[in-house]
C-alpha cells in the first residue's frame, strides 16, 4: 500500500523565522514521484514541486527548499525566512510508477507565520 | 492561475438532488482527474480519464460518475445527493500518456458543494 505521512498538523511561527515541513512516504515501487502543493486559504492548489526517486538531489527555489532522502522514505521542505504570505495548508502527495496518475496525499500541515 | 478552469465555483443544493460538475484542462493536457476535498477525509481521489477513455478510479461512489468529451473537458455527475457529500471537488489536469503520468498536476479552483 502507497501512504503519505504528514505528522505535523500545525506549526506557528513568527515571520523570518525557517521552518521545515516533515513527509514520510510509504511505497513498494522502485520508481515514484514525490509532489509538495499548497493551498493558500483562498482554497486552490498551488503546485511547488516534483521529484523522481531516481534523482535524490536537493532543490532550492529561492527562499524554497526541498531534502529528499530514500535511505528515511523522506521528502521534507524548508522555507528559510519566512513570510505572512507563507501562510497556507502544504501538502505532501505521492504517486506511484504505474500507469494509473493518480496522487496520494498526506493530510496536509497547515503553517501560520505571525508578523 | 494554473490554465485549469472548473464551473461553478459555489453550488447548493438539497439532498436527493443532482449536480454536474464541469472542468476544462490546460491546454494540450490530455489526463483529468477528480478529487474530493473534505474535513474528515482529506483530499481524496475520485477518478481519472485519459484522452477520452477512464483511467483509474479512486474512492467514487456509485451515485457519482464522470466522462471526458472529444473536446477534453470533463464533468462529474453527483446523483441522490447526501448531506456529507458536502465538500469540495478539485479537477486536475496533467500532459499524461498512456504509460506514464509522472508529470506534475494542475488543479483548478475547485467547486464547493454544499448540500443542505
Known amino acids: 500500500a502507497q501512504k503519505v505521512t504528514q505528522a505535523q498538523t500545525e506549526i506557528s511561527v513568527v ?14 515501487d522502485t520508481t515514484y514521484y514525490l509532489f509538495w502543493y499548497k493551498q493558500p486559504p483562498s482554497g486552490e492548489l498551488v503546485f511547488l514541486i516534483r521529484r523522481n526517486s531516481f534523482d535524490e538531489q536537493n532543490e532550492i527555489s ?22 505572512v504570505v507563507d501562510s497556507a495548508v502544504y501538502f505532501c502527495a505521492l504517486k506511484g510508477g504505474g500507469s494509473q496518475g493518480n496522487l496520494i496525499f498526506g493530510k496536509g500541515t497547515k503553517l501560520s507565520v505571525k508578523p | 492561475d494554473s490554465g485549469v478552469t472548473q464551473t461553478p465555483k459555489h453550488l447548493i443544493t438539497a439532498t436527493g438532488q443532482r449536480v454536474t460538475l464541469r472542468c476544462s484542462p490546460r491546454s494540450g493536457d490530455l489526463s483529468v482527474y477528480w478529487y474530493q476535498q ?17 483511467r483509474a478510479k479512486g474512492n467514487i461512489l456509485e451515485r457519482f460518475s464522470a466522462q471526458q468529451f472529444p473536446d477534453l473537458h470533463s464533468e462529474l455527475n453527483l446523483s441522490s445527493l447526501e448531506l456529507g457529500d458536502s465538500a469540495l471537488y478539485f479537477c486536475a489536469s496533467s500532459v499524461g500518456s498512456r504509460l506514464a503520468g509522472s508529470y506534475e498536476q494542475y488543479f483548478g479552483p475547485g467547486t464547493r458543494l454544499t448540500v443542505t
Do not use: M, P
Open chain 1, 15 to 28: 515571520e523570518k523565522e525557517d521552518v521545515t515541513l516533515d513527509c514520510v512516504y510509504e511505497t513498494r
Open chain 1, 62 to 83: 529561492g527562499r524554497y527548499s526541498w531534502n529528499f532522502q530514500k535511505s528515511t522514505s523522506s521528502f521534507n521542505f524548508t522555507i528559510t525566512a519566512s513570510q
Open chain 2, 38 to 54: 473534505s474535513l474528515d477525509q482529506g483530499l481524496q481521489f475520485l477518478i481519472q480519464y485519459y484522452n477520452g477513455e477512464e
